[in-house]
């Protein structure tokens, strides 16, 4: 009941007195099943974690299983980045997600993976959102900031001299430097990587990830 409390509050506005005013009992009487804010937002954090669920199994191509993973992994984190912050931390125990790991191991052993490269495949993905999730708050921060990565990229390149950051420049001229926006590109590149590895054809596949991408 404390972990929902908490979880329905909202693990980055959580204070021990809106929880216990939630349930009706006094912060002392809280602190009777709660050491103090560390270990409630930990309770919170693994009850939240327990509520994000892998895509469902409609006999999709394991690629379009793997994309929607991405995505609503990356999405997640990105809206709770204290959940993130105590993913990061440690705080979301194996106990928490192992079903979920051997859900997803065995939905792509039936689309013929090895369960070794079920688990790599799986990884790649999970900490390629994750990793996009810390950068995307990241970035949110120093837009907040006035400091967006693009802002910042063209202040260097316009005090820098001509010739120096060559890549960055010509990064920034055909317009591909819109950092923020490459999740879904660089999630493609992923897939098209694993892909390749196990013999498939890209391009037979491709067409599958767009038509699930525009049902999204």
């Known amino acids: 009941m404390i972990a929902r409390a908490a979880h329905e509050i909202g693990l980055d506005d959580i204070t021990m007195r809106e929880v216990a ?14 050491d103090g804010k560390d270990d409630l937002l930990r309770m919170a954090a693994e009850y939240s974690a327990g509520l994000i669920e892998l895509p469902k199994d409609r006999g999709q191509h394991w690629a ?67 990793g996009a999730a810390v950068m995307g708050l990241r970035e949110q921060r120093a837009t ?41 590109e660089g999630l493609m590149f992923l897939l098209r990587g694993i892909c390749e590895e196990r013999g498939e054809s890209w391009s037979m596949i491709r067409p599958k990830i767009r038509r699930a991408m525009k049902k999204a």
């Not at 006094?26 to 099943?33: A, E, K, M, N």
């Not at 793997?66 to 106990?95: R, V």
């Open 21 to 34: 005013e939630r349930l009706g009992v006094s912060v002392p009487g809280l602190y009777h099943h709660v």
């Open 64 to 130: 379009v299983w793997l994309l929607e993973w991405g995505f609503y992994n990356h999405d997640a984190f990105m809206a709770q980045p204290e959940l993130l912050k105590q993913f990061i931390e440690g705080a979301i125990s194996i106990d928490r997600t192992a079903t979920g790991l051997e859900s997803a191991l065995s939905i792509l052993v039936r689309a013929g993976f090895s369960p070794t490269e079920a688990r790599l495949a799986y990884a790649a993905v999970s900490e390629y959102a994750v």
């Open 144 to 184: 907040e900031q006035g400091k967006p990565t693009i802002a910042e990229i063209h202040r260097v390149l316009a005090q820098s001299d001509a010739a120096a950051y060559p890549q960055l420049r010509a990064l920034v001229a055909d317009g591909a430097a819109h950092l923020r926006d490459g999740f879904e």
